[in-house]
């Protein structure tokens, strides 16, 4: 089923951004095909996931990354929702915190054997999911800086404000998720 769904949202994905690159080509929007050719890229990293034996993602972390690809890549930058609504970013930031978040959760499920999962500390796991989604939001950040100086200047339009408000959404969407598995530790 995960191979299936992969592959189905990758497919759609592809075709709405390529389609997104043919407007924008016809425009001759050079920001828009920059942003639809990312589109394509990141859409087909999941798919690397098919080589793996055993795949550590559910299937709800799977549409997850794909709903973040949709609002971030389609809806934020090609429909220009970072313009038209000003909160846009900022909810973006503490959904990728939030995911970074499950994702670390789905790591340590994968990585600490059950027995061990039983004597660590909530702690411990509350540090390690929270840490996984600023450090997420951290790195998207440096991906903004990094595009203004080289590509475009339209990711920190606000500068420093921007980046900190980004941050402290990242933060939020993490602590949520650091205390939803520390509450529900036996569980994950």
């Known amino acids: 089923m995960k191979r299936k769904l992969i ?43 098919l080589f793996l034996k055993n795949n550590p993602f559910n299937i709800p972390i799977i549409i997850g990354y794909y709903v973040f690809l949709f609002c971030a890549t389609f809806l934020g930058a090609t429909l220009h929702f970072y ?12 959904y990728a915190g939030l995911f970074a978040g499950f994702i670390g959760i789905a790591l340590y499920k994968l990585f600490i054997p059950p027995e061990v999962r039983k004597v660590v500390s909530r702690w411990i796991l509350f540090l390690f999911v929270l840490s996984l989604g600023t450090f997420a939001n951290a790195l998207w950040e440096i991906y903004e800086f990094a595009g203004d100086q080289t590509v475009t200047r339209t990711m920190q339009k606000g500068g420093n404000t921007d980046t900190m408000g980004d941050l402290l959404f ?6 949520l998720a650091a205390i939803y598995a520390s509450s529900q530790k036996q569980k994950v």
Do not use: C, Q, Y
């Open 170 to 175: 990242g933060i939020a969407g993490g602590l």
């Open 7 to 49: 592959i189905i949202l990758g497919a759609i994905f592809v075709l709405l951004m390529t389609v997104a690159l043919i407007i924008h080509i016809m425009h001759d929007n050079e920001s828009g095909r920059r942003v639809a050719i990312g589109g394509i890229t990141v859409s087909a990293l999941p798919m690397l996931l």
């Open 83 to 94: 313009v038209t609504f000003k909160w846009w970013d900022m909810a973006l930031h503490f």
